[in-house]
């Protein structure tokens, strides 16, 4: 893959394509469905984007505005969004192996970041899996204590950076 990545706005044509990034990126583990997805995407179409290289989807990201509760569930589709947000979630963010390295998983950061900051959110929170949490350190994220709902993995820690001081 020699291309740089270019963003666009996710639609619901790309979930075929989203859901097989997930697989590459999670193997089996951490599947959610195409309608859990697809409600996040109804939800807060402005906070979802795809990347692509050489003309093929390679990454990913889901987010959408939250509030200063822990975490939402996996694998269950979000009723409603909170009438007041504090908080921009990112719920997913995952790219090909064979894109990695290429500044995919920064660009799609840096358009949630920059979402989450023009809706006057004071911070992002997400959920870190553990061999993730590394790479959000680096973006600014810190730990924070938290009892995740099932699902996340015992390694799994709820993390947060401030947007604005």
């Given at each position: 893959m020699t291309a740089r990545p270019v963003l666009r706005p996710l639609c619901a044509a790309d979930?075929?394509?989203?859901?097989?990034?997930?697989?590459?990126?999670?193997?089996?583990?951490?599947?959610?469905?195409?309608?859990v997805l697809g409600r996040k995407l109804e939800l807060a179409p402005q906070a979802c984007w795809l990347a692509q290289a050489d003309g093929a989807a390679v990454g990913y990201v889901f987010a959408h505005p939250w509030d200063d509760a822990d975490a939402p569930p996996l694998h269950a589709p979000l009723r409603a969004l909170p009438a007041r947000a504090g908080h921009g979630f990112v719920h997913d963010l995952a790219v090909v192996p064979a894109a990695r390295g290429l500044g995919v998983a920064a660009a799609l950061f840096g358009r949630v970041r920059d979402w989450s900051a023009a809706a006057g959110h004071r911070g992002l929170r997400l959920v870190a899996l553990?061999?993730?949490?590394?790479?959000?350190?680096?973006?600014?994220?810190?730990?924070?204590?938290a009892v995740l709902p099932a699902g996340y993995g015992e390694d799994a820690c709820l993390m947060e950076r401030a947007l604005r001081d």
């Open positions: 979930l075929p394509d989203v859901l097989a990034i997930q697989r590459a990126a999670y193997g089996d583990g951490y599947q959610e469905s195409a309608a553990a061999d993730a949490v590394p790479f959000w350190a680096r973006q600014g994220f810190a730990a924070l204590p």
